[in-house]
């Protein structure tokens, strides 16, 4: 079966745009299962726009660009099977790629079948160049039938940046995965303007068929294809990629990561934050409190916009996990350190209930022991808390655990 849980890999197009070729595939091949990366979970492989040549051939298949890939598709698809990976390729519902490359508008059923017999286990169906009075729903479905026609098992990674509310029908058609913004770049308004536009898309993700919030950039510090504006803090990478965890997001990787920097690394491999993107229950993140601030009528326009201010700067969120977990995430947009006080009552846990939480750092494994009716933290400028936790029962007053 696939796509039960978000899939994760890693994607040519953030560092690499264009400069794409077998070597850069097969080393970063070998580094995703030499350094662990597979083990962690990251198994899809996945070249991006540009492989191929500007034209079809006279029988009017893709070709692969011979210069970038002198030993065609089907050995680099070989390659990244042997080393126990899976393959993935890109094309665009369109009459061209993004990039200007011959797409697979009315030509789905071959290309479909291409893809197959080269071994692709993963499809990534981009949307630029789209006739103007095609239909967009029609044409996914297309590709995704295409695919089932093709004789091989591939994941449908839809991708048409959210156009025509895609959240209503991608999962109808058959995609496993739907991108549901436009493009990410390396910098933090970037990554705050796509998380902000899916807080109410959350839910319309789940097993076979994702919300997909694009690739990441964690780790990239500007460098590369996506490369534009300010570089990112370490701060603002724990923030992106545990927001992918939250959301259950396809974890796609997108940096080099012949030179990924130790801690990046780290953080990429987290096992606990991997866990909470993978559970089995796939369930959106929960924001809490948000319902709670309500502004008092006599309150003047610049309170009211103060309180705006905050709204969309501070988040709390809270996810259930399987196996009676949860996780809990702070999120602080403001550029300085804000104290944020959740209140457990807020998450369905008052006080009177006599249960509290056990709570502990997923970044740094150190353990809070129990809180009880409300947790109060430091939230760093542009950084992150994130908790797995437990119900705990703490009678009248004392906590068990
Ligand atoms: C679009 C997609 C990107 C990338 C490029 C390639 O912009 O959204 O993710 O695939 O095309 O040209």
């Not at 789940?206 to 990441?216: A, H, I, R, S, V």
Request: aromatic residues 14%.
């Amino acid at each position: 079966m696939i796509a039960e849980r978000p899939p994760m890999g890693w994607n040519s197009w953030n560092t690499f745009g264009e400069r794409i070729d077998e070597k850069l595939i097969f080393e970063t091949a070998d580094i995703l299962v030499e350094r662990g990366y597979k083990d962690a979970g990251y198994e899809y492989l996945i070249i991006d726009d540009c492989w191929a040549l500007r034209e079809r051939d006279e029988k009017g298949c893709l070709v692969p660009d011979p210069e970038k890939f002198p030993h065609g598709m089907k050995a680099v698809a070989d390659y990244v099977h042997k080393k126990g990976l899976k393959f993935g390729m890109y094309s665009c519902a369109g009459v061209l790629t993004c990039a200007g490359y011959p797409s697979s508008y009315d030509h789905e059923f071959e290309d479909a079948k291409q893809f197959a017999e080269w071994g692709v286990d993963y499809l990534k169906y981009d949307y630029c160049n789209f006739p103007e009075n095609a239909d967009c729903v029609n044409r996914y479905h297309m590709m995704s039938m295409a695919l089932k026609a093709s004789g091989r098992e591939i994941l449908f990674a839809a991708c048409n940046w959210g156009q025509k509310e895609s959240f209503n029908w991608m999962r109808s058609i058959g995609a496993h995965t739907y991108r549901s913004t436009g493009d990410i770049f390396d910098n933090f308004r970037s990554f705050t303007g796509i998380f902000q536009s899916q807080l109410e898309h959350f839910c319309q993700s789940g097993p076979y068929c994702f919300n997909d919030m694009d690739m990441l950039t964690v780790g990239m510090y500007n460098q590369g294809n996506a490369a534009i504006g300010k570089p990112c803090t370490n701060g603002e990478y724990r923030m992106q990629f545990s927001m992918w965890c939250l959301a259950g997001t396809p974890l796609i990787m997108g940096a080099d990561l012949r030179k990924l920097d130790p801690e990046m690394e780290k953080l990429l491999k987290n096992e606990q934050l991997i866990s909470i993107n993978q559970d089995r229950e796939c369930r959106p993140p929960y924001l809490v409190g948000k319902r709670s601030v309500t502004v008092p009528q006599e309150d003047t326009d610049m309170a009211v916009e103060l309180l705006r201010l905050v709204k969309d700067k501070l988040y709390t969120f809270i996810k259930h996990l399987s196996g009676n977990e949860f996780a809990v995430a702070y999120y602080n947009l403001f550029e300085e350190e804000r104290k944020v006080n959740f209140i457990f009552a807020d998450a369905g846990v008052p006080y009177g209930s006599g249960y509290g939480l056990s709570m502990q750092d997923v970044f740094t494994g150190e353990s809070l022991g129990v809180k009880r009716d409300y947790h109060i933290v430091d939230v760093p400028g542009h950084d992150c808390r994130v908790y797995k936790c437990r119900l705990v029962y703490c009678g009248q007053d004392k906590c068990d655990g």
